[in-house]
């Protein structure tokens, strides 16, 4: 079974289906000339001055927050090390290229977000790629974005929101700090409790406070270990280069990368991390209140940027620049972990290992927010309660369970939840294209 399941995640997450996802955000890219680049100062400078006047429930600070907090996650430390473990050097140049296009479509599932959100019947801000779908694309195709939402909720419940990311927090915590996974993850259920009872206004203020602590502490740990290695950045980013279009070599544990394996794990890390085009991140930008589609899209762009661009990128050059990619029997968190400790010993493992629970935890909230919205849209309201109980619950079995299965199904339905989504992006496309030059037009 587990391997029927290996096969079936093979095929949902082949190179068929990273081309449409890099393909749409090449197309975003051509369509608005490299926007991404030359809007982006504007991008980060409405973060904090975008119109907050607007009919959504938290700011677009705490909607891009907690949005990252869901992408900001393990992936970015377990991920990137396996990527490069697996796909060489140059699958860290891949994972650039799937952020770039990325940032193309994760601006028009923000600007979609704000374009087609509604309110539910407790007042709440509603949206998704299963509101844009039946209100953008018309009712008669509800079946497709009732497929995007049944895909969400067992994404929450079963997979990126529970399991995985608990497990990571109690084997973390238990190796550190010799606590039992068990009751780790029990208090991990109540803290969630605490947080995901109190709606979207309670995760997003948590996600605006630790977001940012976890991601700049984070980010100068790495960048300290880069200065410290400063001879070694440029030949490690020759290194990249080359490794992107020609086989690596092995060396040391590594035992080598065709180009095709770097291409494929780089993409694929890149959209696993950042999630431009699987639907996930608008549901939380809907919640801004922000009433112009143009911004809330451009400030959703940034989540891209921050989350590959920046974190996975840091990740990536510090195993490099270290040669830690070269020891044998180094993978995953351990391997980034070896980086960390070259320069801070013990306290750079310790540093690592508060992030990794950071990162984790916000990522569980996030999920806890999108599951919700899905559940809100196919069974109404009167549902939210029980999903939210029934969360808590696989929160705390997280620790006394290795489901292989279950997280492998839920990667599967992860990658089926981009279908929906990016059709109804390029359906939409001509008027994201439409109303986005018509905005820059009028600030000229």
């Known amino acids: 079974m587990l391997e029927l399941f290996k096969g079936i995640n093979d095929i949902v997450w082949g190179p068929p289906l990273l081309m449409l996802l890099v393909g749409t955000g090449v197309y975003f890219t051509v369509r608005m000339g490299l926007f991404q680049i030359s809007k982006l100062p504007k991008a980060f400078g409405l973060i904090f001055k975008s119109d907050q006047s607007g009919d959504g429930d938290v700011s677009s600070f705490a909607a891009l927050c907690t949005a990252l907090a869901a992408t900001v996650g393990t992936g970015n430390i377990v991920g990137v090390a396996t990527a490069i473990t697996t796909g060489g ?36 801000a509603a949206g998704g790629p299963m509101h844009y779908i039946t209100l953008g694309m018309g009712p008669k195709w509800k079946p497709l974005a009732i497929f995007f939402a049944v895909s969400g909720v067992l994404v929450a419940l079963f997979g990126m929101g529970t399991f995985s990311q608990v497990n990571s927090i109690a084997s973390s915590v238990s190796s550190s700090f010799g606590l039992a996974p068990q009751f780790v993850s029990v208090v991990t259920a109540v803290t969630v409790a605490f947080f995901i009872f109190g709606g979207i206004e309670k995760i997003s203020d948590i996600s605006t406070k630790i977001v940012p602590f976890m991601a700049i502490l984070y980010i100068l740990a790495a960048v300290s270990i880069l200065v410290l290695h400063a001879d070694q950045l440029l030949p490690t980013l020759g290194l990249v280069l080359k490794s992107a279009f020609s086989p690596a070599a092995a060396v040391g544990g590594f035992v080598g990368a065709t180009v095709k394996d770097a291409i494929q794990r780089g993409i694929a890390r890149g959209v696993f ?7 996930s991140a608008p549901i939380a930008a809907a919640a801004a209140k922000s009433d112009n589609p143009v911004e809330q899209g451009l400030i959703s762009m940034t989540g891209t940027f921050i989350d590959t661009v920046i974190i996975c990128n840091l990740t990536g050059l510090t195993i490099l620049v270290t040669g830690k990619w070269t020891v044998e029997g180094l993978a995953g968190a351990p ?13 750079g493992a310790l540093a690592l290992t508060i992030s990794l629970v950071l990162f984790a935890y916000t990522t569980i909230l996030g999920w806890s927010y999108y599951g919700e919205r899905c559940v809100e849209y196919l069974m109404g309201t009167k549902a939210i309660t029980p999903y939210r109980i029934l969360f808590v619950i696989m929160v705390a079995l997280g620790g006394f369970l290795k489901l292989d299965l279950i997280w492998i199904i839920a990667d599967i339905v992860n990658g089926l939840m981009a279908l929906p989504n990016l059709i109804a992006l390029l359906a939409l496309s001509p008027i994201i294209i439409k109303e986005t030059r018509e905005y820059f037009k009028e600030k000229k």
């Open 273 to 279: 991390s950042n999630e431009s085009g699987l639907g």
């Open 335 to 347: 391997l980034t972990q070896s980086a960390f400790s070259t320069v801070f010993g013990n306290p």
């Open 89 to 124: 050097p140059g699958a860290l140049f891949w994972m650039w290229v799937a952020a770039f296009f990325g940032m193309a479509t994760k601006y028009a599932e923000g600007f979609l977000a704000i374009k087609y959100r509604t309110k539910d019947a407790n007042g709440q």
